[in-house]
Antibody, heavy 118, light 106 residues
Framework: EVQLVESGGGLVQPGGSLRLSCAAS????????MSWVRQAPGKGLEWISS????????YFADSVKGRFTISRDDSKNTLYLQMNSLRAADTAIYYC???????????WGQGTLVTVSS | DIQMTQSPSSLSASVGDSVTIACRAS??????LHWYQQKPGKAPNLLIY??SSFNGIPSRFSGSGSGTHFTLTIYSLQPEDFGTYYC?????????FGQGTKLEIK
């Protein structure tokens, strides 16, 4: 059974940093691109970042470019999202998701809540 | 960026009804269009990928379209079909989502 389990969320002050992790199991992690998608309270889904299989390519939404970095450790079957210079507008549930061929996201974690507030 | 616009934003229907949700892309995205269902407090769930391919879902769900116009049709609505439905394009980065369509079962 495919499982994606996010961790690392919490309360952080504006300007602070957090690193989210997503532990994958139930599938061979290395060959698949992975993504982060967030959802602000009561709002819709926003794709924010993806990383290719192997990690050579990374993509970011303009809203987080220059502040967030994405990485992966295939030896640990883990995806990361380093978030710096956090703003109130970054408050959201952050989901990691597995990217299938064609770009659909076929498996999602349960999400981790990030709250940016003083 | 490619803008995805869903309509309607919300709808209410009865068990047994058929409903259609539309998704329009601001430019052609071929068939790089996917549909998700999200229930309150839960992660989204992929229903249909590449506009019309099923992801292990009941056959009452159907997706169609290509280019800029796409539809998700749910035939014979069931009580468990409530939730919010999102379309998403993966033709080009950023991979944008529609704003969502909230489906309420009467």
């Amino acid at each position: 059974e495919v499982q994606l389990v996010e961790s690392g969320g919490g309360l952080v002050q504006p300007g602070g940093s957090l690193r989210l992790s997503c532990a994958a199991s139930g599938f061979t992690f290395g060959p698949y691109a992975m993504s982060w998608v967030r959802q602000a309270p009561g709002k819709g889904l926003e794709w924010i970042s993806s990383i290719s299989a192997g990690g050579a390519e990374a993509y970011f939404a303009d809203s987080v470019k220059g502040r967030f970095t994405i990485s992966r450790d295939d030896s640990k079957n883990t995806l990361y999202l380093q978030m710096n210079s956090l703003r109130a507008a970054d408050t959201a549930i952050y989901y990691c998701a597995k990217w299938m061929d064609g770009g659909a996201l076929d498996y999602w974690g349960q999400g981790t809540l990030v709250t940016v507030s003083s | 960026d490619i803008q995805m616009t869903q309509s309607p934003s919300s709808l209410s229907a009865s068990v047994g009804d058929s409903v259609t949700i539309a998704c329009r892309a601001s430019q052609s995205i071929s068939n790089y269009l996917h549909w998700y269902q999200q229930k309150p407090g839960k992660a989204p769930n992929l229903l249909i990928y590449s506009a019309s391919s099923f992801n292990g879902i009941p056959s009452r769900f159907s997706g169609s379209g290509s280019g800029t116009h796409f539809t998700l049709t749910i035939y014979s609505l069931q009580p468990e079909d409530f939730g919010t439905y999102y379309c998403q394009q993966s033709y080009s980065m950023p991979y944008t989502f529609g704003q969502g369509t909230k489906l309420e079962i009467k």
